[in-house]
């Protein structure tokens, strides 16, 4: 919660509304000072406060307490991707890390490897397209060979495996909740 400023959110959504720091004063009925040490910050709202300050300016008394977010920490460069190689297969994270409730990342499988040995499972959620290539995936007792434009979704708990036994690279991008890995 470190990210939070009441203050500057009230403020925003006065200036947002059009209300001078008076007017909204008024309409909240808190004295204009009041509402000015809110908005610099030396003064914290009670949550009565804040109940009436969101009725006048219209929003959910919850977005005063939302944490701001960094659009540039959302932000992934291609020569910024994080790397890493297990047993021969590359991943590139799409995502900025493994935190939050989704992850993706690019899986570039070489000809002649498999994921694993044998099918594997975990609790996230998974859906999967082939960008490149083509790829056998095993799904508990199937076995499904996917192309270019391919996708499949993956069950929390099933039984999987991805095997490249073709010529080529395949390279598949994939996105898992929650993240796991």
């Not at 509402?35 to 959910?60: C, F, H």
């Not at 498999?114 to 975990?122: A, D, F, T, V, Y």
């Not at 490149?132 to 039984?159: Q, R």
């Not at 598949?172 to 909740?177: A, G, M, P």
């Amino acid at each position: 919660m470190e990210n939070i400023d009441i203050g500057k959110k009230v403020e925003k959504f006065r200036k947002e509304k059009g209300y001078s720091s008076r007017e909204l004063a008024r309409i909240a009925e808190i004295t204009p000072s009041m509402l000015s040490q809110i908005e610099r910050g030396i003064a914290n709202p009670s949550i009565q406060t804040l109940k009436v300050l969101a009725k006048a300016l219209d929003v959910p008394t919850f977005s005063f307490l939302l944490e701001e977010t960094n659009t540039e920490d959302l932000v992934v460069r291609f020569n910024e991707r994080k790397h890493m190689v297990v047993e021969n297969i590359s991943y590139e994270l799409l995502s900025l890390d493994f935190t939050g409730t989704l992850a993706a990342a690019i899986m570039n499988i070489p000809p002649d490897t498999s994921s694993s040995e044998k099918l594997l499972e975990h609790k996230g959620e998974e859906v999967a397209y082939v960008l490149a290539g083509k790829i056998k995936v095993y799904l508990d007792e199937a076995e499904y060979i996917l192309e270019a434009g391919d996708s499949v979704k993956i069950p929390a708990y099933m039984k999987h495996k991805w095997e490249n036994t073709f010529d080529e690279k395949a390279v598949i991008l994939f996105s898992v909740t929650p993240p796991s890995f």
